[in-house]
Every structure is written in C-alpha cells, then in structure tokens.
C-alpha cells in the first residue's frame, strides 16, 4: 500500500514547522525535530499515544509535544507523549554534554531537572518515565506513533520489540529508527528487515540518522517472539543484512554495507571483513569523509587493533 502525505520530506517545506523546535538542546538534528514536529501536528489521528523512547534533555518530547498541542486531535483521549528514560548520566559522553550545555553532572547525575526545564512549555501534554527502559511497560493503549532512540543495546532492542510492538496500530502506527543510519547497532537494521512484510520506509534518511516507516500489518506474535529472542545464527544475520542491502539504494545501501561491516566484526570474521573494507575503499564514491565512509576507518582501526593483540594460546 503506497502511502501518501509523508514522503517527500513535507516537514522541510518552508514555514510549514516552527522555529521553536530549534529551541531544546538535544541530540537530534533540525530535520529530525521537523519531522516529529510534523508527525503529531499533521499525520496524527488520535488513535493512540505517542512514545517518546529515550528523551534524554527533551528535545524530542519537546517537538512531539508542540505538534500534538496544534493537532486537531489534541484533545483525543490517547493525545499525550510517553518519555522514556533513565534521565541520569550514563556514561562520560552524557555528563560531558549535560555539563556543556546546561549544569555540571558527573556519571549518574540526575538531570531530570533539566528534561522538566525543557519541555516546560508543553508538561500537560507529557508523561514522563524515568528510569530503565528495561523495566517499563507500554502506556496503558495502542501506539500511534513510536519514535525509538532507546534501542541502544540488543537486549534495550528486545524489550521494545516484546512489548511495544504488539501495541502499534496496523495501517496507522508510525516508526521512527533514530539509530538506523550508522551501523553500530546492526540489530536495528536485523529487526526492521525481518519485519519488512509489516512495514513500508516512508522516508528512508531523515538527516541526521533515522528512517520512517509505517507498521502496514500486524505481525504474527511468533516473529515478534522470534525477534525478541534473537537467537539468529551468524549466518541468517548476514543474510537479513545481505537482504537489506539488496533492497537499499545509494547512501543508506552503502551504510547497510558498513554495518554488515561491523556485523562480520562482532562475529569475529576478520578476514572477510577486511576484504569487505577493501570493498568499500575502492568504490568511486569512498570519499573518507562522509559518515558511512569515516565509520568504514574507524572500523579498519578496529579490526587492525585486534588483530595485533596477542591471540591467547589454545589450551
Ligand atoms: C541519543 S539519546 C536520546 C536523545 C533524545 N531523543 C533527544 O531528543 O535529544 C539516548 C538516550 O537513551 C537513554 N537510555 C539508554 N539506556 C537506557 C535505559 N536502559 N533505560 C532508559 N533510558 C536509557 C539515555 O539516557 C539517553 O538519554
């Protein structure tokens, strides 16, 4: 089913988003915070929540919020943001860019303080979670739209696999993969594959890193089971990953190569990923400076690194 209304990036049209959603800090980039903006204001139809999955400092509550505060279902009974998050520092990268921007914090330092002073404008319209995602459940009701940059570890991935998914609205339900334009998570790239009799890409790059689809049909319980479990042998890892790249096309295609990169890395298959890094540096494309080029290096670095290290000698 060819979906109208949400391809052709209608967000990035002049004057069709306010400025506002530059105002939060955060971790998304403009068109990012343009297209959830455009999602809750335009595409929502008031037929379930709205989950916010890893809000960080608030800037995607923030934009998800200020469109549903302009929809003409704000006032639908589901009409709210679900923000999820531990919303306290987690590692170095998290207290160095809540130090930067906003108040000194050191590893587990609280900033929900911070998410709360963001998102002030629109507090009526979110609801947040804090705390592991691992140990939350879905809001109480279906999901419109699902908005994930939680996924970050495969075990934070099965979780919502396991017990959101299920909640998503067949031939409505909107999903934002903020992490599927890089390849250090190749399980996002595995599970959106997997899925790909249920959804359509509506948007394949959303600059900085995510990909929109919607949820076309509802998945058999088993596959969510089985995705969940993600007890798939290298082989059908590569594979799904094989088949991904197939179906890709220009720059999203080549980061779907880079992350079968570091899918034969995690596996420890050295030699083929160093024939696959040769692969990509010769294509006429490999500029080294773009991402799915600079990751190729940092992959090289990587698998060079481990190849130095001593092997430990069989017992
Ligand atoms: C990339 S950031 C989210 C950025 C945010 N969407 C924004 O608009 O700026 C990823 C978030 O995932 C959260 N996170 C990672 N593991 C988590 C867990 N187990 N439970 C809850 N949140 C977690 C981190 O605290 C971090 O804020």
Redesign the pocket.
Known sequence: MAMTGLTGKPWSAPGVVPEEVRF?????GLE??QMLFYLTRVAYRGEGYVV????????????LAAGLARSPHSEARFARVHS???????DQY?ADAITKDFKPIGIGGDYFDVFEFQTGHYRERIHAH???????APPDGPIEIL?I??A??Q??NSHLVRNFLPRLIPGRSLIVQ??YYHAWHPFTQVTMEILRDHVEVLDPLIANQSRLYRLTSAPPPDLIAEIAEYAYPAEKLLATLDSAIERDAGLTRAMLEVTKLWQLVLLNRFDDSNNLIARLRARPDFDGKQLWCRQTEQIAENVSARLKKPQLAAS
């Open positions: 939060p800090r955060g971790m998304l990012e915070r916010d999955a890893g809000a960080y400092a608030g800037a995607s509550a923030y934009c999820y998050d531990l919303f306290r520092a987690l998290v804090p705390g592991d995602f691992l140990e939350h908005f940059d939680v970050k570890t075990t934070l903020q992490d």
